[in-house]
């Protein structure tokens, strides 16, 4: 499957962004998807993840109460809503696909990122 995530951009502090990841292939809604971000310098980050059916949702300890991941597999698409976004979130923003979600930074399939910037 192949992975193609977009809506990043610069925004300020307290905004909100949607971020979107499109997958290809008939076996998108088979899989579960998850969202994994990188600051410069830093390493790689679990955000939130979703299973198949989209009836559960995990998140880190600090994107919970802020971001919201859906799915709609009729779209083949996965979402990451981000509201009261802080610096501290900016970052290259990953989607990934595997057989199951979880809090996991290692999955099988990754799009290209996008990036995410918040000013203060």
């Known amino acids: 499957v192949q992975l193609q995530a977009s809506g990043g951009g610069l925004v300020q502090a307290g905004g909100s962004l949607r971020l979107s990841c499109a997958g290809s292939g008939r076996t998108f809604s088979s899989l579960a998807m998850g969202w994994i971000r990188q600051a410069p310098g830093k390493e790689r980050e679990f955000v939130a993840a979703?299973?198949?059916?989209?009836?559960?949702?995990y998140y880190a300890d600090s994107m919970k109460g802020r971001f919201t991941v859906s799915r709609d597999n009729a779209k083949n698409t996965v979402y990451l809503q981000m509201n009261s976004l802080k610096p501290e979130d900016t970052a290259v923003y990953y989607c990934?696909?595997?057989?199951?979600?979880?809090?996991?930074?290692?999955?099988?399939?990754w799009g290209q990122g996008t990036q995410v910037t918040v000013s203060s």
């Open positions: 990934a696909a595997d057989v199951v979600a979880s809090s996991r930074l290692t999955w099988h399939y």
């Open positions: 979703i299973n198949r059916s989209g009836g559960s949702t």
